[in-house]
Nanobody, 124 residues
C-alpha cells in the first residue's frame, strides 16, 4: 500500500524556521516528481514547491521564493521542505505529493499520491 507521511510541522514564531519531511513507502518513487502544497482553513490547496526527478530542478510559488527550499534525499523516496523566515500567512496544513511522472508541476491534478498533512502555525 502506498503511503506518504509528512512530519516536522509545529508552532513557530514569525521569522523562525521549520524543516518538513516526507517519507514515501509502498513502491519506488525514484522516477517521479514530487511537490509540496498547503491549505489554510477555508481556502483552496495551493502549490508551494516541486522538484523534478531527472535533474533536480525546482519551482516555487512566488510567495515562498527565497525563503523555502525543496530537496530530495539520496534514496529519492524522501523529500524535504526547509522553511526560513516564516510569516503568519504561511500558517496552513502542508501536504507532500508524488506526481504521475517525473515532472515538476504547480497543478495539484498532476499529482497521484498525497500524504495526510502536517500542521504549520506561525505566530506573529
Amino acid at each position: 500500500q502506498v503511503q506518504l507521511v509528512e512530519s516536522g510541522g509545529g508552532l513557530v514564531q514569525a521569522g523562525g524556521s521549520l524543516r518538513l519531511s516526507c517519507a514515501a513507502s509502498g513502491r519506488t518513487f525514484g522516477n517521479y516528481g514530487m511537490g509540496w502544497f498547503r491549505q489554510a482553513p477555508g481556502k483552496e490547496r495551493d502549490f508551494v514547491a516541486c522538484i523534478r526527478y531527472h535533474d533536480g530542478s525546482t519551482n516555487y510559488a512566488d510567495s515562498v521564493k527565497g525563503r523555502f527550499t525543496i530537496s530530495r534525499g539520496n534514496a529519492k523516496n524522501t523529500m524535504y521542505l526547509q522553511m526560513n523566515n516564516l510569516k503568519p500567512e504561511d500558517t496552513a496544513t502542508y501536504y507532500c505529493a508524488v506526481g504521475y511522472d517525473s515532472g515538476c508541476y504547480s497543478a495539484a491534478a498532476r499529482y497521484d499520491y498525497w500524504g495526510q498533512g502536517t500542521q504549520v502555525t506561525v505566530s506573529s
